[in-house]
């Protein structure tokens, strides 16, 4: 398909494509990558405008919150051609019965034409790249050669950023759509003049519905819509420079600068779709939650000046706006931050403003695409500060940063007599305006260890282990153990800073339990007590092959003579925590003492040892929910019974 002039004068309209008979999609599952809530809004749009930066110029984001009633919400929605995208709502509402998405959308339906007034989220940034580039994907054009419009409205899981990127799924644009009731996204844009359409640069709308397949008047449709103008090819395409429709769908920009609006219909928190649906105090509160968000995740940008956030509540005629600034909150991170840029360190915490520095060693793994380098050790730095005497969020917690200049997580520490703040600065965020080429190749690794939500370097186990399929493509195995290394560095770090942590409060001294163990019921120990601590598994090494996942587990469990018996089952699961079971196509004992029969791993107890434990390998099915190389997985236990009541009929 390639690109086509827009037929000039012509009307607005929404499109949708009709439906295959050979492919149905009930949603566009890229949303659920994106957790719910005002911190994850703040932390998915601040992310993408950063990575839509003009070099190392700063940027500006504005947040709008914007309250429609009376007139000035039936001019938007007269604008928006609200007649042609309800009734298409409607019939994806009634697919609600088979899909979550389309529950949703007609819940959010109901929601917005009970209510007298219409929330909009107003996402404008300012000194960023815009909506660069060609309408429709060209076959001449490699993809990697895409603008972002294409990128943006028209792909899905195709990221295309460079090395200073915050992500590389391709998914925190889902963020737009999760956050309204409708899944219906406006975008307006400017470009600078290098970047001119077919010499166009200003005011490039168009509209993007995420919906799900649908019949509308006895016609199957996809779920995708598009809002625009009809180009020549037929398909609706975006609508340049026309001031009235940007004013009718509220997508004015403040001034000339380039940079993408993007409109939130029907604005809400998945988490609390309640909110917003009062009065004008919710507005207030939504706005304080949302600077909280930024605040917290992106300290470190703010400092540093590479972007400035505001932060507007419009109701009627009344405007009330409040720039972002984190040393309000957090005001000994951002001192120390600064310190550290200006090589003001200390040799020892000493008193208030005091900032030391430690190095943290993080093994990086040998890459085997792109920049390739050897594994070799980068050395991180943790900045540590004592603390002030009003509390925070981030009070006895250490934030990961990288180049993005986001907090990647925390690990949380406390210790006796000691408050502190403390953040580690890895990969090019240690130097970001001229960092090292080993800080450069350490900052890939790190943002190719993270999930979709970029919330982790550390990987968790079971339940709490994140995917590392993007490791799997580009480096060299193993990788999980200098992952968790880094943890482990920060924590010797700290220790060696304020000695060892506390005892966890209501546990006694380790010291004291050794004299105490025949009180516990455990093998080879004389008293008998409480319920055995049911099998655990361990995640010990996993990675994609041929479109299937090789998943190496330890189920580890205490040693009785009743012995164990589980069914090890892999799951793909959600950024929403659910998990569904697919099969495997083999699975087998590679060491220990187990057997497998049908699927259930036997373990029987052994006369010595306080535990038994089974090394297992498997491989998943091809038929898989979703590519393997875009999920994550976990290995559960089920049905976990005693092994001689499972040879004797039980079932476990």
Not at 129 to 147: A, I, K, S
């Amino acid at each position: 398909m390639t690109e086509e002039a827009s037929v000039d004068g012509g009307a607005t309209r929404w499109q949708w494509e009709p439906q295959s008979p050979a492919y149905g999609n009930y949603g566009n599952a890229n949303q659920w990558t994106v957790n719910a809530g005002l911190e994850s809004l703040a932390r998915e749009s601040a992310q993408n405008t950063n990575d839509a930066r003009r070099g190392d110029e700063p940027a500006e984001l504005v947040f709008s919150f914007i309250r429609l009633t009376g007139h000035d919400r039936h001019r938007f929605l007269h604008a928006l051609e609200w007649s042609q995208l309800r009734s298409h709502l409607q019939s994806m509402g009634a697919s609600s019965g088979g899909a979550v998405a389309a529950g949703q959308i007609l819940a959010g339906l109901e929601a917005v034409e009970q209510s007298e007034s219409l929330l909009l989220l107003r996402v404008a940034d300012y000194g960023c790249q815009g909506l660069t580039g060609p309408e429709f994907p060209d076959d001449h054009v490699p993809p990697d050669d895409y603008g972002n419009f294409i990128k943006l409205c028209r792909l899905d899981l195709f990221s295309g950023k460079d090395k200073a990127a915050g992500g590389s799924f391709g998914l925190g644009k889902a963020v737009y759509w999760r956050f309204s009731r409708l899944q219906t996204v406006l975008f307006n844009s400017v470009l600078a003049p290098r970047d001119a359409v077919e010499g166009r640069t200003a005011n490039r709308v168009l509209g993007v519905s995420q919906g799900v397949m649908h019949r509308h008047d006895g016609i199957g449709y996809q779920g995708r819509g598009f809002f625009g103008r009809d180009q020549r090819n037929g398909y609706v395409g975006s609508v340049w420079d026309d001031p009235a429709l940007v004013h009718a769908l509220c997508l004015n920009r403040s001034d000339r600068r380039p940079g993408t609006t993007a409109l939130l219909v029907g604005f809400y928190d998945p988490d609390q779709p309640e909110r917003g649906l009062g009065g004008p105090e919710e507005l207030t509160s939504l706005a304080r939650d949302l600077r909280a968000g930024v605040e917290e995740n992106f300290w470190p940008l703010l400092t540093r000046g590479g972007l400035q956030v505001r932060i507007e509540v419009i109701d009627g005629g009344a405007t009330r706006a409040e720039v972002v600034d984190p040393e309000e909150t957090y005001t000994e991170l951002v001192t120390a931050l600064r310190r550290f840029d200006r090589g003001e360190v200390d040799d020892q915490l000493v008193g208030p403003n005091s900032v030391v520095v430690r190095d943290v060693p993080i093994t990086i793994s040998r890459r085997r695409t792109g920049d390739r380098h050897d594994s070799f050790v980068h050395l991180a730095k943790l900045v540590v500060t004592a603390s002030d005497d009003q509390p925070d969020t981030l009070e006895n917690r250490v934030c990961l940063v990288r180049r993005p200049e986001m907090v990647v997580q925390t690990v949380d520490r406390s210790f006796d007599a000691y408050k502190y703040h403390g953040f580690l600065l890895a990969g090019a965020a240690i130097d970001p305006r001229d960092p090292s080429p080993e800080q450069l190749w350490a900052d890939d690794f790190l943002r190719y260890s993270e999930p979709p939500s970029h919330d982790r370097w550390i990987p968790g186990t079971g339940r709490r282990q994140a995917s590392q399929a993007n490791l799997t493509a580009h480096y060299q195995a193993p990788w999980l153990p200098h992952l968790r290394g880094i943890e482990k560095g920060v924590l010797d770090a700290l220790v060696s800073l304020f000695g060892a942590p506390p005892v966890r409060a209501q546990q006694p001294p380790e010291s004291l339990l050794r004299h105490f163990r025949f009180l516990r019921a455990e093998p080879g120990v004389g008293a008998r007590g409480g319920a055995p601590r049911k099998p655990e598994v361990d995640v010990t090494d996993w990675c994609v092959r041929d479109g299937r996942w090789d998943v190496r587990f330890t189920v580890r469990a205490k040693n009785r003579s009743e012995g164990w018996a589980v069914r090890p089952a892999l799951a793909f699961v959600g950024l929403d925590g659910r998990r569904n079971t697919v099969d495997w196509a083999v699975l087998e004992v590679d060491e220990g003492g187990g057997s497998l029969e049908e699927g259930i791993l036997r373990m029987p107890g052994t006369p010595r040892g306080r535990y038994i434990k089974v090394a297992l390998h498997g491989v998943s099915s091809g038929d898989l929910p979703i590519p393997a190389e875009e999920s994550a997985i976990d290995v559960l236990l089920q049905g976990t019974t005693q092994l001689v009541q499972a040879q004797t009929g039980g079932q476990p």
